[in-house]
């Protein structure tokens, strides 16, 4: 009985520990790939690092233009003459439209990041490409350019969603997987997301950061020591599209 009883509780624990394996892998599973990712990479569609042989990155901000965090960004891109990347939500940059032309006339590219970046799983197509298309108009009227990128919130990708954004003439802008720091984490501290991004450092990543965030200072702070360390390394900044285009 009492053997019994000692295998029953062993056998439960390893259920337990296979159980949250599971759990765990399916989490990152579907977070950071869907089951057709590697093919829409192949094509393409969905681009989430290039291939290229010179020290360039593509710096990317998400979920702005926030009118704290985003100007603070903007000045120390500013201050090291670098370009990046704005995936900004449509309803914020209503609210915000000289950020959105400073972005503009400061030489940045301005993405599609949804208009109110709800969850585009709840979401049926109609009011997915409705999310988009508003956004797509709002670029244009506030800062002129015509946005070819579009960040889904939260990395949602279906093939519904890709066909969509095809005919719209989108690319999927992800990020470089191991160039996610998490800066939107309250309290991260800058050195943190620093120290993350220049150890793991490689030629033609997509590195995600977040102006729109509450912990967007702690992102504005860490970006001028991004840019400083690796300008030192040899290292450019250019805009996501930029980046593609030098791509092998
Ligand atoms: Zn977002």
Redesign the pocket.
Known sequence: MVVLTIRKRTAGLGLVLILALMILGITSYTVAKHPNMDNWKKEKIVIDRVKTDKKVVALTF??GPEPKFTPMVLDVLKNHDARATFFIIGKKAESNPQILKRMAAEGHEIGN?SYR?PDFNKLKKDAQLEEINKTTSIIKRLSGQNPVLLRP??GYLSYDLVEMTKKQNLTIAYWTYQQDSKDWRNGTKPSTIAGHIIKNIQPGQIIILHDGCPNGGATARAVDMIITQLKEDGYTFVTMSELIKMGK
């Open positions: 998400d979920d990041h970046h919130p939260g």
